[in-house]
């Protein structure tokens, strides 16, 4: 009967060692959950002020001058004008220069002309957006100036005219112009001048 008993004893012993005793220290545990990344918080860009825009502008206007002209393809196309309707046609050239200064800015400068008269036309461009127009010209013994000054998106923010007579240079960046609320877009407002760049560019 003792041996009976003493045989229960060790096979409760063996069942409760495999079963439920001690645990493997090796065995692998449950991984721990991994925490997501918050997301980056988003950085809305700050509006600028025109005086910021006018200044960034004549940062980006003084880096064009010191590239200089270059990378430039020229276009010439004759249109021909007289003194009025009966008059005989005389030939004018106008001329346009499109220009790849570098990676980031670009330029289109046009020289157009006519009976008396005749003007340049400067289209500044930063990552293919216009940021600056100068218009120069006269006839008849006036000269004149227009400064475009643009926002980041074309729109027209700042206009300077300025004027002289007699044959006279015309002197400093001139006086601010109102602006038309209906023709926010630069290219509305210099529409006229494209329509010269765009007879040259679009000529054989």
Known sequence: MKLYSNLILIACSVMLFSCGGQQDDHQPTAAAPVATPAPAPVVEEKPQTKEERI???????SDIQKIG??????KKRVKYEGFDPE???????????????????ELIRGDFSGYEWGYQLTIYKKEGKIFF??????????????????DRNENLI????????????????????KLDPAKPRIQDNIAEYLTDVNFVLSGK
């Open 158 to 177: 700042e206009l300077l005219e300025n004027e002289a007579e007699g044959g006279e240079e015309v002197k400093g960046p001139g006086k601010s112009a």
């Open 69 to 74: 002209m270059q990378n430039c393809e020229t």
């Open 55 to 61: 200044q960034e502008i004549k940062l980006w206007y």
């Open 87 to 105: 008059s005989e046609k005389m030939p004018f050239d106008q001329i346009v220069k499109t220009c790849k200064l570098d990676a980031s800015y």
């Open 133 to 150: 127009v100068l218009v120069t010209g006269g006839g008849e013994g006036n000269s004149f100036e227009k400064r475009f000054y643009c």
